[in-house]
């Protein structure tokens, strides 16, 4: 094996896509070596080297140390110079670069090799004092900071008194006299701390320096790091030495780093800054504002310290030049370090920019315009789950904001309005026009209509995946959750907020984005869906195979995910209809009713209700499918909790509240979500099935009337097990339809299919798929039956298991491919088998999740379909998945 690959001097052992073997940062030293660009000769030592150290105890292989050797003469012939000979001094420095970038990683030390001898041949062959103690005080300072494991401030200290008794205000204003002053007091200092002096011997602290790289790989910041970016620890990382330039050597020195375009508004043009008689990261560590590369960019700051165009202008057009080639080069924005040495450029790292969603948007478009990138190659760099920052109003960065609070940042976007404490009140603020946040402990399935009138959701209590959070983003607003140092009194109607007190009606903005509760009313940028968005949707839709539909009840719903462009509703959840106003009082009529004639009498009342529903959600969808699931959830959820709401009941249905109670009670459930309910439902009461039914097939044909094309309506049945049980509602449904087709003499066209969400289900799929006529994947469910989790109780534990290292991901947020989806692989095979053809979809909230449509994609179902704000995503990411 090859451990040790050398760069410079216009060639390289390695190249661009070596990443793997060399790291990001080596690989792109060794590509730029070969383009001929002037990069500081060095080498790197490869990541397989660092497995090899830790699969060995922390210890290097044999022919490390000669080949380090070796490539160390290299860089000498190609300098000029000989590490560790005072004679012709040679200085590196030593950089960690792993194949991701990676924060947590060891921090780079400079100007290694540097001793108290050494320091006066740096001296004299710079003919700076100044520069050489300077440059030796840093070496210092990095090396035992993170070579030594000593605290900086230890130095910061030291040199902060001094430059206070000298009455200096700026490191450079240190003379090289006093900079040996400070030396012998950090070495003195070093010594009391470890007990021994400051390594002298070059060779030992270019080895303290390789292996604190490589220790550094296991340090605690590294490897959270790792977990938290799905980074395997096999990767390990390179180690990079390289020939030191120095930005330190007076006025016509310098320092920067650069981006090709703008990384936060995507604009063409060099955005980036510098200083003067610096090293390294003098830049990014704030010690001295740093000056606009380009003169056009200090003029729009307002800059008064001049622009490096302005200063040393042949070394900024040479520094122009090559950043457009790199551009070129990589086909992709780049983010460039660079040190000016006396005049001289030298580049020292080049990679991809990261950049803010809408600047990827800007970039990818304006790259595929210039012909540097494909169509498909700018689909293919846009991360879908970034585009949700992008379809929510948020807050105008420039905007003061006066922080009230803070709580997670359940669901994107920013909103703006009045407190107000209960559903009701959200909705009837909402009736006359004005706009609410809606302020609660937590929410339940009753806070729905709340959730709906409100701009945004804000609760002291729960998490990412409580109920708040999960419709919230379902339904696309803004959401902060669990914002526990925020206190609602609903004795006294107050929220409290660091000791103020906030009444109903009080306006805040919430931020969604990063949990932020804020006073008052704050200024709100607007989602821009044409332009650079446009162009990505319309490119993704000409490389997608899957179709993307939606997930929704209300008309609000459906109109807001056709604009977004969904090709059809994928899980219309009728149960969600049955809420409004005198519906539900309707709907409990039903449930609590004795006698099928009772039940049928409530039923009539929701038919024209129902049917009124489906038609408006068709004549939305305009001919495009339409997948209506039957009535799922356990009764319980509609039944009256209140005396006030039994009174409602008992009246409308002529009944005394006693009777009405003892019914409540005879319904109640152990473990309702493994209850009476889906298809179950269907069963005991048919007459429920037949009503919705009728009600679709009604809708139908009216809407076939009024638009002149027949929609085809899509009845899906839930929780199905068994296939009699099928058998059983599909024979009710097709009565249904045979009935309307008389009464109205239209032809009816329909599909008539069963929701895929417990095991059973899967695994009797062809048997399944002989009546079935579309399969409909309801992954949270089925997530749900083949863990044994309930989802609504799977917060309080599930992060201990990401904590833990027993999963590695939330199951209900991306799909179980192993496990959840090799039960949907299997069904989709079988199903295909018994029906070839069989239509094929998933309406879990993992339709909406980019690496679960991967998936979907690769078991070949025909769509996914996800919530209306997450279908541009979803679009994105199945075309992704396709290319
Ligand atoms: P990071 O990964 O944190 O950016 P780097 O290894 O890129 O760390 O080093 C940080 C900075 O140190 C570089 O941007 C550059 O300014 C400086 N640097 C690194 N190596 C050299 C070198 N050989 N000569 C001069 N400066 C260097
Ligand atoms: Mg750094
Ligand atoms: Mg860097």
Redesign the pocket.
Known sequence: TKWVYTFGDGAAEGRASDRNLLGG?GANLAEMCSLGLPV?P?FTVTTEACNWYYANGRSYPAALEGEVEEALNHVGRLTGRRFGDPGKLLL??V???ARA?MPGMM??V?NLGLNDETVGALAADSGDERFAYDSYRRFIQMYCNVVLGLDHEVFEEILEDRKASLGHELDTDLTALEWQEVIALYKARIEEELGKPFPQDPQEQLWGAIGAVFSSWMNARAITYRRLHDIPESWGTAV?V??????NMGETSA?G?AFTRNPSTGEKSLYGEFLVNA???DVVAGIRTPQNITEAARIAAGSDKPSLQKLMPDAFQNFVDISSRLEKHYRDMQDL?F?IERGKL?M??TRSGKRTAKAALKIAVDMANEGLVTRAEAVARIDPASLDQLLHPTIDPKAKRDVLGIGLPASPGAATGEIVFSSDEAEEAKAVGRKVILVRVETSPEDIHGMHAAEGILTTRGGMTSHAAVVARGMGKPCVSGAGSLRVDHRTGTLMAMGTALKKGDVITIDGGNGQVLKGAVPMLQPELSGDFAAIMEWADAARRMKVRTNAETPADARMARSFGAEGIGLCRTEHMFFDGQRIVAMREMILADTEKDRRAALAKLLPMQRADFLELFEIMAGLPVTIRLLDPPLHEFLPKTEEEIAEVAAAMNVSADKLRQRTEALHEFNPMLGHRGCRLAVSYPEIAEMQARAIFEAAVEAGRKAGQLVVPEVMVPLVGLVKELDYVKARIDQAAKAVMEETGVHIDYLVGTMIELPRAAIRANVIAETAEFFSFGTNDLTQTTFGISRDDAASFLETYRHKGIIEQDPFVSLDIEGVGELVRLAAEKGRAARPGIKLGICGEHGGDPASIRFCEEVGLDYVSCSPFRVPIAKLAAAQAAV
Do not use: H, I
Not at 242 to 247: P, S, Y
């Open positions: 940062k500081p060095g590196v420095s950089r960690s670069g970038s921090d780079t400079l990079n390289q020939a030191m330039v120095f930005g320092t780093v090293q390294g990261e370090e040190t030298w020292l790292q």
